[in-house]
Each structure stands twice: as structure tokens, then as C-alpha cells.
């Protein structure tokens, strides 16, 4: 069950698909020379393999436990996050003028990856730090930044969002708790469920952003405004006050991240919680979308981490397991199971799954530092296209490769998969919530429908195809018979994916409910498709550095033979996904509901 | 979390597409009167929706414990147990001679579904011990069927299959649990994994059907015989006697089914288990072969109600859980979620590969009592040709239907699905084993490839394709556009089946390996292609009883619209599934091992 960071595949996608060094060379990231960042990445390596990856089966089998209003993390948890916080490792993409280092987000991209695969619970704290110092980054007051954000960005305080209530889950406009004005602040009332690290014992303040409605306050999204509830009042002079009236009422029995706990948050038990206004009353929603794109890519991100985790796993076990005879072989002797055809395809399709989720999270990381930071306005509108187009994509086709591989994973160990012990479980029952929370892979694909498609007559997707094909013709041209069956196959998928966005453009905007019930087949063909086309953009380079001698050719030549089984074996799909899409759109709604 | 056994489906599915009436006139069966069917149906479905189906989740939080050398079995699942054999449940498919009641195995499947849907680790313990009973009726001797078989046709003792050991999982020939004889019996000594109910306070014996080597044996599977275990000594006179040297060492600590106790099992501890001999020396693989399709048939129908399960599961909660207003509606108040069209895409998948699966399972069984019964030679002949060439797509393609709807269930419920409490986690945890046990869906692949396809080079599926076409005219006549519809979608995926299956039989026969690598797909192939047939005859059948007026006309309905979205939706995969064989197996072996 150890872990090791695949820095030779995240390097290559980082340097050769995402144009980090191009990244890096941006206006604000002049920190990430080559050098540092190539430290950064072995470090935080070390780190993940040393430090967080020992504690990721004992912390599931532990779990974090409830008891007498605290709540106590696993055994190693406490100080795997004070190791954490002095290494700096949380403050990485931040601004430096509230301590961060100021790192492109794409790096921070492959790090974040390094935490989640190696112990996912644990990663879930920075994680939801990270949103709440972006939204106090971007909406706080000039005061409200002094006072949280050098804490937070270090990570001696932890964050955490507080969006969903027992009846406003995917409908956060139906939440309820209330917020009335108090002075300076506000009284926080009501109840949150699902608050992730919403309380434990490894940071000494924790600052809750919550969404909650004033009095008077108009229904729906449009009445919810976002205050920050800290665990304990801060001084003026920085230091901790009194104790808040807010408290964990319970943990969730929950299938997976046993270790990350989960609270049910009550909020002004004793007459309001003080919270501080973040932004404009009512805005609330607004400065939630500003987190959305990263806190999307970082669940996406997670899928690609249990992915490669579950992956490891069982090419390590099939190295290992000896079982029967080769097929085809006249040695009476077994072998190791990874001589198994049938096991190989399952380890194949793992691993070329994971590295095209891989080049698909990195590839929005990048977008999404090229929106941020690009000089030139045209190269900065690009970039935010492409990354609201992928976001959905990213989060919801990388997260279902997480389920996906983490139960091929199981199936790779046979009996042994079924075992707790063995630990190929742990990543099926983790991997299972990335395609529910940060909105569920359903609300993704409405996202993607209605916001990315449909908003700009599907210009975006019609901008990432001429992409695709214009890099046909570089893919033909890989030899052996490689680069023929990578068009080949690529040629096929993009008419499928062309016709069907067309389709559905079309067709959505006469008859939204066809639309919505073709979004879910589409945004997995969206994902497939891409996919797909950033492995032979890796083949490519791979084919080149290969011709002029760079790099490990073990590695390179793995590459494009990744590339080519994805062609083989999952582009294909597309044409099933396009059915669903276009013939199989009509038959969603055709029972009543007592007919089901 | 309640479980309502789906009789209108089953009955629909037994009488017009298994052929339930025809089979009950067979010889053999002529106590399965139609009222007695209907009788058994319902009274089986009142039986697992009161006794079995509470104590499903409570079995499952408690789980199987072992204390001091016993396992105790979740509370009520002992009274359970006593009324389910009281009631006679454990004896319908058993010879009248030893106190079974000759029902079809056709009607057996069908209540076997409901008690893997209310409680699939209690319904493990009678899967077991039909497994024993199957080998002592065609192996054991008329002294062992004396003395053993009413009490195990009764389920007053309950039976147990011991192949694995930690070396030998799908390798059963590595297994070195050695028999010595001595005197009328042998003494065994080893340590056998992964004992389904190897021990349990529900019965007050328990049969082990233990697979061994005598000294000398012939290595690998030659070698192995087949010995009858039981815990207590049996006495002349029927009576328990000594307890026999043999205990449970350990239970397994499982992913899921956690009220099935998984035992370790050791044999011989002072010296040697009293072990009688079944069958002849050195020739257990071939008895473990004649329960084999029973056995991989009943595991595929546990994917059948996993499935079934969860769909209504996911349903209900569908029809009570509000959240948002409904898509393109001007009603700002909001709705079911059964309402929103993705949601709707999830039950009806759910729902058409339930059937589907359900149909598959039910034609097996029917083919299983064909080649039992049926006095024609050629009848007979041609149903065992088919049940051969199912069971393997059985076995694996209802079994991961189980795991696939089973984890849309979790989605469906969104952030409640993650909640152990809400149940849906169960049955995705649950589910997990069943791609595994009873040769893992791999195995299955490779039988199917090598004994169904090479064998006859291909002649079985010709023939099941051949139904297929010939059924097209009929399909197509269905009015409505679906007709048309479901007969385009056959003719495509039937042509693609019929061509892959040909470059299978030829490319394997050249290169094992090739074909090896595609086995898998192609597998799932002949699974969705025949499940969609199936349910388009079904469909075909609901267009006759709708012409005539005869039944419940939603149902009827419901039927034909469900085969249209599996044909839509499902079908069409076929093209990716195809290609992943014959463009895909090549890219399989195309790494080196260091390249993983």
C-alpha cells in the first residue's frame, strides 16, 4: 500500500502538454524558475510518500471520531498536518503579500494531486482552506484579510464551506439559516450538514464560511449572502477570544474518507454565532461561483489521485501474485498475473485512464493560470473559455475514472480486493463521494449544458474541436503504425463529438428538457474525446524527444503505446456516448413516474 | 429501505420469455402446477419482504462476529433462518426423494432473486448449501445421501464449498490441503479462505464439501479430490456426534456482505478432520464442474437483485427527496427529483439493465431445466449448448449490472448516498463481491472464450445470434415508431456480435493471446446485445397482451418503452465494445512489464 508520486508522467504533462514553463513565465508566478519548481515537485513527493501515505489506511481504519463535543482525528493526523504547515506546504499558490509563495496554480495543480492520492481524508483540510482564502482573497475587506488570511494561508487556521442544509443540497437556494444584523456583525442561526473538517483537533482556530440569509432577504440564490463564523473570536491584537457560539452537533457514518470528518455544524444554540459579513448582503452566491472553477478542479484533481493510488496498487499486487500458468504457454509453471491477458488490458486501461484524467486536470490548471494571469487580453479571454468549458468536464469525467479504476483495482486483487486489509477498498469507498459532492456529476453536466454550451451558441466547444483537428495531421505522422491508428481512431471520436455539440446546441436551445436529458452522455463523449486527444498530444512530444534522444525512451515509447491502447480500446466509445446523446435523448422521460 | 419483490416483472419475464408453463410440463416437474407457482411466487415475496428484508441493513451495521472460537450472527438472523426452513424454502428445487419439493429451477431463480434482494448475506447461507446438495445428489453415495441429504434439503444443515487457499484462488489446482486415508475415511489437514457461512450458529451441523490431495495425487487440478466435512460427526442412527477436528480460525473483515460470516478454516489441527470421500479419487474438479453453472448462475442472479434493490431504492427516494424547480418550467416551486431528466436518465438505466438482467438470469435457468428435463434428445442437446455459452455471460454481465446500479443508486441520492445510514452504500458495497466470487469475471471471460467459443468453433453463438435475426421481423412490427426503432438498433448491434464473434473464433485459434486480450469485451458484448434482444421480445410480447387487452396495460407500456431506451441508450455501445476486441486486443501486451 505505499505510494509513490509519479513525477516522470506529472513532469511530462506539466512541462510538454500544460506549458508550465510558458505558465511559470508569467507576469506575478517570475518565484517559479525551473529549478524551484522541479524542487518543489520531488519534495512535496518525499513528503506525500513519508509522511501522509503511512497514515492513509491507519486513518481509515481509525477513522475520526465524536466524542463529548470534540472530535479527535487518527492517531499521526495531528502531526502529519504540523509537519505539514512547516513545510509551507499549504501556502503554495497563494499571494505573497499574506505569505503565500506565489506559485502558478498549475504547479500547485500536481501537488495537490501528490496529497490526494497519497492520503485523500487528509488532503480534504488544505483543500477547503484553500477555497476560503480565496473567497476572503477576493471579497474580503482590507481588515478581514489582516486579521484571517496570513493565518490562513499558512495554515495554522483551517477553512471550511458551509453551503448545505438537510433540504438545500444541489438547491442551495432553498437554505435557511439566518443572519441578522448585530453592530458590527451579524447573529448566525442554523443548522449545516456535510461540513468538511467542519471541526477537529489539528489547527487552533477554524474560520467557517457560511451562507445564510438576512431578514427580509429575497427568496432563492438571489437572497444568500456569505459571512465568515470563526470557531474563536480573534482580538484585535490577533489573538484568540472567546469561543463562538457554534458547535459540532455529530460526525456522518460515512462509506469512504473515514478519517476527513464530516459535522453536522450548529450554529447560535445560544442566540446567533457572530459572523462578519463577506462581501455585499445578498452576493453571497457571486462570491461562491469566484471558488467554484478551482474547488472543481481540485475534486476532479482527486479523482485523478485515487486513480493513480488504486492504480499503483494493483500493478504492484499483479507483479507480485503468482497464479496459474500463461495463457498459450507450454510452461507448466505460474506466473505472476500481470502476464494475464485479461488482468493486463485491466491495468492498461487504468493506467491510460488515469493519465489522460491527468492531462485533463493539468491542461484546466493551466487554463485557469492563463485567465489569471495572461498580459495579453485575448490570451486571457482564451484561457477563460477554455476553462469554464472544462471545468465541468474535468470535475465530473475525472471523478468518474476514480470510481471507475479504483474498482478495476478491487477486481485486479480478486478475493484479496474484497479484504479491507489488503487496501484496494479504501480507494473504491473514497473514490465513491468525488462524483457526488462539489456538485453532483449531474449538476455538472446542466452546468456544462446550459452555461458553457448554451450561453455562447457552443463557440467555446466549437473552438476546443479545431483544436483537436488541427493537430491531426502531427499524430499521423508517429511511426511504427501508432500515428495512422491515432488519427484513425481520433478522426472518428472529433466527427462524433462535432456533430453531436452541434446537435445538441441545436436542439437544447428548441427544447431544453431533450438538452438536459443528453447532458450526462455528452460531458462523458466531451471527456472521452479530450482525453483521448491530450494522450496523442503527449505521444507526439513523446515521438519527438524519442527522435532526438531526450528523456527515458522506457518511459517515452510507454507514452505513446498509452496513447494508442486509449485510441484502441476507449475513443471507440464515443459512438455509444453520441447515440445517447442524439437517439437515446427521446426515451429519458418517456414512463410516468408510476410506471417506474 | 423497504423491498417489494417485483412479482408483475418476474411473472412476466418467467412465463413469457423464460417459458415457465412449457418447463413445468416437463417431466419431472408435473407438481408445478400454475397455482401453485403463483402461490409460491407470492408467498415468497410476502416472506422476504417481512422476515428477510429488515434485517438487511441492521445484518449489515452489526455484521457476523466471532468471539472466542463461534461466530454469532447478527440478531434475527437466526429466528430468520429457522422460519425460512420451517416455511420450506431451502428445499424447492431438490429431489422428492430426499424431502425436496421438484420445483424448476426456473421458479427457483426467481425466489432465489428475492432473497439476494432482501438480504443477500443471508441469502448466501441456502446458496451454499445448494451447492452441497447438488454434489452429494449427483456424486455422493446412496449411504452419504441417506444420512446427509434430508437434513441439507431441509436447511436444517447447512453446506459448504471449501476450494481456496492463500496460493490457490483461480489457480484451485495449487490448493495443497492434504487427505490421508484411514480406514473408511481420510483424515485432512489445511487451511482453507473465503468459507462462505464456514461458521454460524443458524443450523446444528454444518457439511464442509472440502477439495483436497491424497498422497501421491497427480499435480494440479488431476489431482484433487472432493471429501465431505462435517463439524459434528454423524452417528449411525443420524444422531450428531464428536465434534470433528476442524474450526473457523478467523472471519475476514470485508468490504461488504458483513453479515455473511467469511471464514478462515482450519482442517487437522490434532491430527486430522474426518473427511468422507465424494465421488472417486483425484476427480473433484469434475464434481465441482457439475454444480459450476448452478453456482455461476445464482451468483449472476445475485447482480439481479443487487440491482433490483438498489433501482428501488434510488427510486423511492426519487419520489420523495425535493430539490429544485423543474428544468424549462416556469413554477418556481420545487420538485421531485424524479422530475429532472438526469435524474430520470439514472432510474431508467437502472431500471432497463435491471430487466435486462433479470430476463438473461431467468432464459439461463430455463435452458439449465431444458437440459435437465426435456425427454428430447435434440431439445436437450440445444439447451445445454446455450446454458453453456450463458452462463459465463451471466455469471459476469448481471454481476457487474449489480455494481453499476448499485452505484447509481449513490449517486441518485446525492450526498446521502455516502451516508452509511441511507442504505444505498450498503448494496454498493455488497455488490462489490460479485465480479469476484465464483470465478471472477475474468475467469468467466476466458471459459467463455475457450470452452463455449473455441470448442465449437463458435457454433452455440451462431446459433443465438441466428434467434436473434430471426426474431427481427417481429420487432419490428411494433407500433408507434418503436418497432421500427428497437429492430434498427438490434440489426446493428446484432451484425457487429456476428462479425466480432467470427474474428474471435478466427484470431484466437491462430493467437491465444489476442484473444485472450479480448475476451473481456467481448464478453460485455454478447451480454448488452442479448440483453437488449431479450427485452425487445419482451417488449414484443407486451405489444400482443396490449392488442388483446390482456394485463396491466401501464405495465405493458412500461415494457416496450424500456426496451426502446435500452435500445436507444445501451445498444449502441456495442460499436465501442467491438472495437475494444477486434482494433483493441493488439494494444493489450504492447508494454513491457517495467513500463507499468
Redesign the interface.
Known sequence: MSYRAPLADMEFTLNELAGLPAIAALPGYEEATPDLVASILSESGKFTEEVLAPLNHTGHKEGSVFENGVVRTPQGFQDAYLRFVEAGWNSLPFDPDYGGQGMPWTLATAIQEMWHASNMSFGLCPLLTQGAVELLQTHGTEAQKETYLPKMVAGEWTGTMNL?EP?A???VG?LKTRAVPNGDHYLITGQK??ITWGEHDCADNIIHMVLARTPDAP??TRGISLFLVPKYLVRQDGSLGPRNDLRCASL?????IMASPTAVMAYGDSGGAVGYLVGEENHGMQCMFTMMNNARLAVGLQGVAIAERAYQQA?DFA?ER???RA??SND?N?VTI???????????TM?AMTEAARALAYVTAAALDGAKRNPNEAARRAAQSRLDLLIPVTKSWCTEIG?EVA?MG??VH??M?????TGA?QH??DA??L???EG???IQ??DLLSRKLLRDGGAAARTLIQDMESGLAEIAKLPGGDGE?LSE?LVVAIKELESVTEWLVTTANQ???AG??A???YQRLLGTVTGGWLLARLAVTAGHHLEEGIGNR??L??KI??A??YA???L?????L???VV??A???????????
Open positions: 448545505t433540504q443540497g444541489s438547491d432553498a450538514i456535510y427568496e432563492g456522518e457514518h460515512k462509506l469512504g500493478r507483479k503468482v497464479q496459474s495463457v498459450g507448466a505460474a500481470i502476464n494475464h491477458p485479461d488482468v493486463r488490458r485491466s491495468l492498461m493506467k470510481c474498482s478491487v477486481q480478486g478475493g480486493g474484497f479484504i479491507e486489509e477498498a473504491y469507498r465513491r463521494i462524483p457526488i459532492y453532483t456529476n449531474g453536466a446542466m491508428a481512431e427544447d431544453i428538457v438536459a436529458s447532458a450526462s452522455p522506457s518511459f515509447a510507454a503505446k498509452t494508442r491502447f484502441d480500446n476507449i471507440p466509445q464515443a459512438a455509444g453520441g447515440a445517447a437517439r437515446g427521446k426515451s429519458v422521460m418517456s414512463l410516468e413516474e408510476d410506471q417506474f
